[in-house]
């Protein structure tokens, strides 16, 4: 019986394992559940808001919708208040006209989509405005009433047009640097500042770009999207993730180039899992700002698959000193469009000034350098992600990332964390961490359903101690950290959470920072740490345990590490552990097969009652009319072959039965002579003659030829010819 058991256990673990692996490699959440009753907040808007973050500070965040723009002030327990609304929408005549152009009604309003601090107290904001941008100046704080009396500036190059669209800006050094389009159909994209623009129409600037976000970093301004790739186009069609530069202070170029960037310059953003074939995310769809990590400044983007494809993310770290360097590697051009994209020596193109770097004054630039810009913005080495491989990898639907937001803090062991929270399509927050060392150590601490099940998670930021993760329609605030759902030092510990400490005086878990570092039990010492009567009824878990994923530095595979002891459940309330989950997942397949083997056995006697020639050999009917009786009485049935031909002659019928000649004697004349057209003998096979029937037959056909063609032509199709 012991046996038994632990044979169970296996099953149950290997399971889990299983469960995790489908979700993706290293994929193993500490506690799986939705969001602790009354440890959140939602502020809601109209269904068909299309709510975009527009900025954020330190206890209020800006949002954009439709025809109104919120600002919502987060409290220090994550209450969310409104506590200004602009309200901004379209004239009569601009929904009339975008209503004759063919647009929805829906899509004829006034998203607002740009809110840029110009001045203090004073802010510029930019909408959709029914498919003609509009751009408008407004005092802060915003005030509730509409200010239809507001000069209207033209935002042609600055906002979109749909609401749907995407789009990117940063405003810095007293500019808009926007990545957008330019026009109604959305067919001329742009990297944008007043009176400059990447070249129209130029595919190899820009190709159907879909621009994902925009920062200020040194004397550039970047930009980050996902385009086709024009680099692949002899081999088909793909889309790559980039990051674009221009310079903040490119005044142009000389001549015909004053309205066109001078410093414009692309790379490949590479996020992949390493091997030997590595397997790429392509789709860029989400980023962080500019962070620290270790002392670097460093920037977090979430990558996918292409939507056709199989469905997996991924999010990936780069470093901003290696994005620089790209940009100071070799450039790549294809020589003509049959030819291969390949590196561009320097010794082709100008050498001093290097081509895209930041001058004091682009307008005295030669030519030759600003046409060489021109004609090679995409340079040569990708950006390659830190550590060589992305920090987390999920896979399926319901787990496709879409967001991230990243805060770092100090754990209870004294060392720094960058603790990652992502979003997902189907509503979820997944939260995890890093830890580099011989091999990099990924930790899934949880995974909560923060929105309804089916709403992605759009975008997500931190105001505060609070995570906020927006969708089209609300926004919901979410606590950092939630040790107080921890009831002992093992649960405690057990997440590996560095927001949480196990606080022995009190026997509680506290939150790391309301207690002094040294009187924390240090999760790196996993459970060696928890006193035996804090320890919970002892159960093998699969999630929900001390592990760690990394890769074996002798195998290269990914490792899940167990301890020696037991490891106790974690009870959070609303989580569920791998355990549960794989004994759900066994009855369902019992459940599954036990159903199916019933309708097969019901449908198949139905079958059997209602269509008897099923299960009939197929040469068995082909070769007899009397195939029904030949399955009970085997050779005692009466033959019919009848033949017909366009000539209306016939051959004698031929018996299914050959007479068996012996001693190999050939037959007399006569004898051949009484066989049929396929020399056979008219006998059968119990010796009797059967040659009179055989003619009577034949004689009926022959009194009666019209009644031959016509009803005995169903029998005669059924007769082996």
Request: glycine share 8%.
């Amino acid at each position: 019986m012991l046996g038994f058991e632990r044979l169970f256990g296996v099953l149950l673990t290997c399971l889990g394992a299983s469960f995790a692996w489908d979700r993706g490699p290293g994929y193993a959440p500490h506690v799986i559940g939705g969001l602790p009753r009354g440890q959140h907040q939602e502020f809601r808007t109209n269904s068909t808001d299309h709510l975009r973050l527009l900025s954020s500070t330190e206890n209020f965040v800006v949002l954009g919708g439709r025809n109104a723009l919120y600002n919502v002030t987060v409290g220090l327990d994550g209450h969310l208040d409104l506590t200004g609304k602009l309200i901004w929408g379209s004239t009569d005549a601009h929904r009339e006209l975008c209503t004759l152009k063919g647009k929805q009604e829906g899509d004829c309003q006034n998203y607002i989509r740009i809110f840029a601090e110009v001045n203090p107290g004073r802010a510029l904001i930019c909408g959709t405005n029914s498919y003609k941008p509009m751009c408008r100046h407004y005092s802060i704080p915003l005030s509730e009433k509409d200010d239809t009396d507001k000069e209207n500036e033209e935002a042609q190059g600055r906002c979109p047009y749909s609401p749907t669209h995407s789009s990117a800006y940063t405003y810095t050094d007293g500019h808009l640097f926007t990545g957008t389009v330019a026009d109604f159909s959305g067919a001329d994209p742009l990297i944008y500042r007043e009176n400059q623009r990447t070249e129209q129409y130029d595919l190899k600037q820009l190709n159907q770009p879909a621009f994902v976000s925009a920062t200020s970093y040194d004397e550039y301004a970047f930009f980050f999207f996902r385009e086709i790739a024009m680099e692949y186009m002899n081999c088909g069609k793909a889309v790559y993730s980039r990051v674009g530069r221009v310079c903040k202070n490119d005044r142009g170029g000389p001549a015909i180039f004053y309205d066109r960037w001078t410093s414009f310059l692309k790379a490949r953003l590479n996020c992949s899992l390493p091997g030997e074939y590595p397997f790429y995310f392509d789709y860029l769809s989400a980023t962080t700002d500019v962070v620290k990590l270790n002392g670097e400044d460093v920037i977090y983007g979430v990558f996918g698959t292409p939507p056709t494809s199989i469905e997996g993310s991924a999010v990936c770290v780069f470093r901003m000193k290696d994005i620089l360097e790209a940009f100071e590697g070799p450039f790549k051009a294809q020589k003509d469009t049959r030819s291969n994209w390949l590196p561009v020596s320097t010794s082709l193109g100008p050498t001093e000034p290097r081509p895209g770097s930041c001058v004091e004054d682009s307008r005295t630039l030669p030519s030759q350098t600003v046409n060489f810009v021109k004609n090679h913005p995409l340079m040569e080495k990708a950006v390659p992600a830190l550590y060589g491989e992305p920090l987390l990898v999920t896979t399926g639907a319901q787990l496709r990332l879409t967001s991230v937001a990243v805060v770092p803090t100090t754990g209870p062991d004294g060392r720094s964390y960058s603790v990652l929270f992502a979003g997902t399509a189907d509503g979820r927050l997944v939260k995890f961490y890093a830890v580099s060392g011989s091999t990099l150590q990924k930790v899934v601490v949880s995974e909560m359903q923060v929105l309804p099940p089916g709403q992605a998670v759009k975008q997500l930021t931190t105001v505060g101690k609070q995570i906020l993760a927006i969708s089209e329609n609300s926004v919901v605030s979410i606590p950092q950290s939630d040790c107080s759902n921890y009831t002992n030092c093992a649960s405690c510990v057990g997440t590996r959470d560095p927001f949480c400490g196990w606080h022995e005086e009190s026997h509680s878990c506290r939150e790391v920072g309301t207690v002094p570092l040294g009187h924390l039990l240090d999760t790196a010492a996993l459970y060696d740490v928890c006193p035996e009567n804090n320890w919970v009824e002892e159960r093998v878990v699969t999630h929900g345990t001390i592990s760690s994923v990394g890769r074996d530095p002798q195998s290269g595979f990914l490792v899940h590490e167990s301890h020696n002891h037991t490891c106790p459940e974690i009870a959070v309330a609303g989580a569920y552990s791998a355990q549960t989950m794989a004994i759900a997942l066994v009855v369902v397949a019992a459940v599954a097969l036990a159903v199916g083997g019933l309708v097969g056995i019901v449908v198949g006697h139905k079958c059997r009652l209602e269509c008897p020639m099923m299960g009939v050999p197929p040469m068995e009917h082909r070769n007899q009319l009397t195939w029904s009786k030949s399955r009970h009485m085997a050779h005692h049935s009466k033959d019919i072959n009848l033949l017909m031909n366009t000539n209306q002659f016939y051959s004698p019928p031929a018996s299914p039965h050959p007479v068996i000649f012996s001693n190999a004697q050939e037959p007399t004349p006569q004898a051949r002579r009484k066989m049929d057209n396929l020399g056979l003998v008219d006998f059968d096979v119990d010796g009797k003659d059967r040659r009179h029937e055989s003619k009577n037959s034949t004689e009926s056909l022959e009194k009666d030829p019209q009644h031959f063609k016509t009803d005995t032509l169903q029998k005669v199709k059924k007769t082996y010819i």
